[in-house]
């Protein structure tokens, strides 16, 4: 993460009413071997996700946290974390877990892994909820699969409101960007189930989106605590901008460290290579370099973000690829005839695509021309969609 001052680094993890752990000697325990107490259960699962023994976490000035959302008799869920140190360039990090008692004690199992996916569809309703067991299911295979590198998320701010880009993408993956500015509030950029994250309740957000991926907000100021799950909408309200550090990390300066994850596993972190949210496409080089598109537009750090709202599923962005506009034709090639414009970074909706000539722009070359809902044709090598094709073939 950077401020405007300087870069602060730090990602969140994890919940509310936690822990510290004493130290306690790391086994075997593969992601939730059976132990005696929920707290040993889930603090040996988190030092086995993260290959580390307790002497070697403490030694990197690092912590296990863990917090009960919701628990039934033999059954818990909550939220588990291996914070970061205190340094600049740390990053912790965490996952959701389903817990259950049995004769010999707790079995625990950590999001991403087949047990986690087990004992999420095993668990009752009164502790994994009807509405969020989609996200307590997800299938053994680290992460759930994405269609699209469009999240089809806007900025976390109000749309129509420009906010500076303080640090490119950067993070575990390059999975993030650094945001601040404007009015301050951070709101949701996709509707979904917020979880608290840090064990102090403030700080850090998460929302699982329901087409495969979640977003982080660090370093909140008065946040709201979802506790262990709200439903929000998109524009929700989830807190200023501010430094916190409560997992961990460093921060300099007011500003959202805004991340990107794939559902089944948040240390699958999403690089940003050509994925879009805002309208803005991004572009990582080093860490806190790199860019953010929007048709020929490029913004550096320093620049400003407007924010465009969110792209469509069957939508695209125009990209004239460094020219003003793109022609319209009344067919899929060169050989049709010109019926009109559209301008460099205007969206348009996409009904169909279908093969024609073959063309040259920033993401390459394609045949592939797009069908647009008023009966005209662009191709799609001066489109961004996030896929290789939109829609039905024509």
Known sequence: MRSTARRALAIGVVAALAFTAAPVVATASNDGATKGSLRTAVTDAILARAELSAGEAAQQGRETQFKVDRRDGRWA?????????????????????????????????????????????????????????????TGGARTMAVSSDNTGLMLPYAQGATWTLTGGPHGTNMNAVDLAGGDGRVLAAGGGTAKMMCSSQRGWIRIYHSNGYASDYYHLHGNINPGGGTAVARGAFLGYIGTDVSCGGSATGNHVHFSIYVTGSPDAAKNLTSTSFGKWVFWPTTAYNGYATHGSTVRYPGGGLYNYGVLGSNQGIVDSNGGTSVN??????????????????????????RYGTSHTGRYGTTSVWDKLTDGTWVSDAYVYTGRATIGPQC
């Open 77 to 137: 869920t909550g939220t588990a974390v291996l914070t970061a140190p205190a340094v600049e360039g740390a990053y912790p990090t965490g996952w959701l877990f389903v817990a259950r008692r049995g004769a010999g004690g707790w079995t625990v199992g950590l999001e991403g892994s087949q047990r986690f996916a087990d004992l999420g569809g095993a668990a009752p309703a009164t502790v994994v909820v009807p509405r969020e067991r989609h996200i307590f299911t």
């Open 328 to 353: 319209k034709r009344s067919g899929p090639g060169t050989g049709y005839a010109i019926v009109g414009s559209v301008a460099d970074g205007a969206t348009i909706t996409i009904s169909c695509w």
